[in-house]
């Protein structure tokens, strides 16, 4: 009865014993066989036996390389159209900004309407001022003009168009500015206007500009920022130089300003 | 009043540069060049006068300032 019944649960045991038992013998025999084997065969036959582990090490390189290089490729070409996009707003901006910035409708010393746009395509260096000034505008002129004619000289280089904006528009209609500019250079071109279009134009440009108190003649000063505004041919501010620039140094930087410059609206 | 042409502007300027350059050699004794500046002032309009004499002031201060000889006034409370 024992027997029996301990029989069936040891018979199962040794049935399960049986195949782990089976394969390890003959795994390692197999192993045995295969070492003899191979020091039999010699070096030569080790290369050959060696080599389908070569190309598979390789492939597997070749492979990590492949997806490495392609996810760089990717992150490369990712941050490519990311710098893409972000010229295209900036280009955008710009040229909203060159459409928008610094706009002004004013008259110029013929009694025409002129705006911004009407200098696209020109290199403008523009000068606000007013004709009753003692010695700072028309010494601010002169340097504009000497900076125009020493680029005109220069064959190859686009012509530069001078512009005098008035900040005493009371005094300084048309006529007065068409007197005024002629003085200085043939194409100075002088532009005034209304109160209001000359305090917006002035506003474009952050210049500041206060009449002093009249005296018996009634004649007065008006205190005004000094500045060369450059535009470029897209109408947009590109730089702006003080008093102390030399008329040198400022054809210096426009002709630099020239050699680098690229249109954003073509 | 038209703002004087550029031939008036250097008119102007000259005879205020020799007014300048004879207070500079007077030891900036006016009187003793009452007929520049009479030249001066008949050769600028008035406005210009006023703007140049306070230019030449503060140029002259700019000046002194520049060399290191101006002294700031003490404060009145430690006068």
């Known amino acids: 009865m024992l027997l029996l019944a301990r029989g069936p649960k040891a018979w199962p045991r040794f049935s399960l014993l049986k195949p782990l038992i089976f394969p390890w013998t003959l795994g390692n025999k197999t192993v045995c066989e295969r070492v003899q084997h191979l020091s039999v065969q010699g070096p030569a036959e080790t290369g050959k036996q060696g080599l389908p582990r070569g190309p598979r090490l390789r492939t597997r390189l070749l492979i990590t390389a492949l997806f490495g290089a392609g996810l760089g490729g990717a992150w490369l070409a990712a941050r490519a159209d990311k710098e893409r996009q972000r010229q295209r707003r900036r280009t955008e901006a710009l040229r909203q900004a060159a459409v928008g910035q610094g706009d002004f409708s004013l008259l110029d010393h013929h009694g025409q309407t002129r705006c911004k746009a009407d200098f696209r395509g020109q290199w403008v260096l523009m000068y606000f001022g007013f004709t009753h000034c003692p010695d700072i505008c028309p010494d601010e002129l002169e340097k504009l003009v000497q900076v125009v004619q020493q680029l005109e000289a220069q064959p190859g280089l686009h012509p530069v168009q001078p512009v005098f904006v008035t900040v005493d528009p009371a005094r300084d209609d048309v006529a007065a500015m068409a007197r005024y500019v002629r003085d200085f250079h043939p194409r100075l071109l002088g532009l005034t206007g209304s109160a209001e279009q000359v305090a917006q134009a002035s506003r474009s440009y952050r210049v500041y500009y206060s009449a002093g108190p009249k005296d018996e003649d009634q004649d007065y000063i008006v205190d005004h920022s000094i500045a060369i505004y450059l535009l470029n041919p897209d109408g947009l501010f590109t730089d702006y130089y003080g008093r102390g620039r030399s008329a040198e140094q400022i054809a210096d930087s426009v002709r630099q300003h020239m050699a680098a410059f690229q249109s954003i609206l073509t | ?79």
């Open chain 2, 1 to 79: 009043m038209a703002a004087p042409s550029m031939k008036e502007r250097q008119v102007c300027w000259g005879a205020r540069d020799d007014y300048w350059r004879c207070l500079e050699e007077s030891a900036e004794d006016a009187s003793r060049c009452q007929q520049l500046r009479k030249s001066f002032e008949s050769s600028c309009p008035q406005q210009w006068i006023k703007y140049f004499d306070k230019r030449r002031d503060y140029l002259k201060f700019k000046e002194k300032f520049e060399a290191g000889q101006f002294q700031p006034s003490k404060s009145p409370a430690n006068s």
